[in-house]
């Protein structure tokens, strides 16, 4: 589904975020990158969004080489990726309906369309009540679900979870990680990108661990120590 091949990424002058990382995710897998800031992490889902262009190797997502996509070709690959960011990115003037058809409407998907797939989604992430709501009447949890269903309207094959929880309370992040694994095992491919052990502990799946732009743990089923 998604390799990193001796992937180095290089910020004049002198600073490197990656360096020589490779790195194999399989379809439907869960995976968790983790490690300080500085370490790399946000630099990974940048070049798997095509935000930022690698400086040397290759990442493959489905038999894909994006490492010298064309412009014009990362509409196509963001519809294949979907991004939760930590601070909602929510718009606070629209209601969470009209926060998630927002997205649909930025591609040209018609109404019709649009009042089919938003209830569906909603009822993923247990917000089907609040659909009228505006975001300063939401939960920091609830804003986060929206953040999530905002994310599948293009039924992604790739979720990227970018500090889901890192403005939320512990009740509220067992929650959104309960419905990150939910997501999972329907067979979307998630990568949670974070520094918080508890969770990454919690989950008891693969974790990468990220350290200065390098590698340096790979465990299947891991916990974070250091």
């Known amino acids: 589904m998604i390799k ?12 490197y975020a990656l360096k020589g990382v490779s790195l194999n995710i399989r379809p439907g897998e869960f995976l968790s990158i983790i490690g300080q800031s500085g370490s790399g992490k946000t630099t990974i889902v940048k070049l798997l969004t095509a935000e930022e262009r690698l400086t040397k190797g290759s990442v493959v997502i489905s038999g894909w080489d994006i490492s010298n996509i064309h412009f014009r070709e990362i509409p196509i690959l963001r519809r294949q990726i979907g991004v939760i960011f930590q601070d909602y990115k929510l718009l606070p003037q629209k209601t969470v309906f009209e926060n998630i058809a927002f997205a649909l409407e930025a591609c040209g998907a018609s109404g019709k369309k649009i009042k089919k797939i938003i209830p569906q989604i909603l009822k993923v992430v247990n917000l089907g009540h609040k659909a009228e709501k505006y975001p300063r009447q939401l939960s920091g949890g609830e804003q986060q679900r929206v953040g999530i269903a905002r994310a599948l309207i293009h039924r992604p094959k790739i979720l990227v979870a970018d500090e889901p929880t890192g403005n939320l309370d512990l009740t509220n992040t067992k929650e959104i990680v309960g419905l990150l694994e939910r997501i999972n095992e329907l067979g979307t491919t998630v990568l949670l990108v974070t ?7 919690m989950l008891k799946k693969r974790v990468v661990v990220l350290d200065h732009g390098q590698v ?3 465990q299947k ?5 250091l």
Do not use: A, M
Request: glycine share 4%; no cysteine.
């Open 4 to 15: 990193f091949r001796n992937v180095t990424k290089f910020y004049h002058p002198d600073t």
């Open 195 to 201: 520094h918080n052990r508890d969770v990454v502990n």
């Open 216 to 218: 340096v743990s790979d």
């Open 221 to 225: 089923v891991g916990r974070y120590v």
